[in-house]
């Protein structure tokens, strides 16, 4: 399984960005699918998480309301709608899969077994 993160930049707080994630694999319907972010100093952390079917989605407390988790399985592909950007929200941003369990949502980091390369978020103030 590879992820490939996309649609990173700058934008000013209150803009919006859409951050993709295409990935590989025959049985691309079936993964548990995640957002994660990494400030510069921090910790990765949670953002959102979705099951295979897009039918159950979950949300870090700081993203509630603002962020959107979705998928699209006939592209491979997970998207998060980022709207009211924070500079708070500036991060690198990663994907990850767990293709063997795609029908629970988590927000432990250890529950993904494969990741995406990051997509740089600024959001200036």
């Known amino acids: 399984v590879q992820l490939q993160a996309s649609g990173g930049g700058l934008v000013q707080a209150g803009g919006s960005l859409r951050l993709s994630c295409a990935a590989s694999?025959?049985?691309?319907?079936?993964?548990?699918m995640g957002w994660f972010r990494q400030a510069p100093g921090k910790e990765r952390a949670f953002v959102a998480a979705?099951?295979?079917?897009?039918?159950?989605?979950i949300y870090a407390d700081s993203v509630e309301g603002r962020f959107t988790i979705s998928r699209d399985n006939a592209k491979n592909t997970i998207y998060l709608q980022m709207n009211s950007l924070k500079p708070e929200d500036t991060a690198v941003y990663y994907c990850?899969?767990?293709?063997?369990?795609?029908?629970?949502?988590?927000?432990?980091?250890?529950?993904?077994?494969?990741w995406g390369q990051g997509t740089l978020v600024t959001v200036s103030s």
């Open positions: 990850a899969a767990n293709p063997s369990s795609g029908s629970i949502v988590s927000r432990a980091p250890v529950f993904y077994t494969h």
């Open positions: 694999g025959r049985t691309f319907s079936r993964y548990g």
């Open positions: 979705i099951t295979w079917s897009g039918g159950t989605s």
